[in-house]
């Protein structure tokens, strides 16, 4: 559900040296820009649960220790057109309040306004799952939507 909804409204992405990163509820999207004519071969990619290393024809991409932990069996990575790779790695925590503030500790940090963005947009698609039936693509969403926005669950039908 979370690709047709992403489709719809769009992705919050985080800007780095080397591509950019954003997130679903589950999945956490990785994109870097290579040179072109870069061949399969000559791409080293570890991922692991908590931690990623990518490496283009012997140059250290990216290295380090994952925000939060992933589901390692489940990350994959591919070449685009001989010049884009894309990594996807699944959170283990698929919670709308789990919204990734950097891709690595400490590196790769959204600044508080993309922060702001990225935390609208999985509220929204938490939104979108609980109520299949409507369309959130292009809502907007002001007030408590931090760690996932209100609950409603408790309230009567």
Known sequence: MSVHFDERSGVVPCKTPWGCWY??????FIE???PHGTS????RCRLGARDVELHVKGKEIIKG????????????????DKCLIRIILMKTNREA????SSLLEGEYCANAWLQDQMQRKLTLERFQRENPGFDFSGAEISGNFTSG????????K
């Open 32 to 34: 870097v820009g290579v």
């Open 97 to 100: 309040g789990n919204c990734w």
């Open 65 to 80: 220790k994952l925000f939060e932990t992933t589901v390692s069996d489940e990350a994959t990575w591919t070449l685009e």
């Open 40 to 43: 399969a071969k000559d791409v």
């Open 23 to 28: 997130q679903t509820m589950e999945e956490v």
């Open 149 to 156: 926005g209100p609950d409603f669950s408790n309230l009567q």
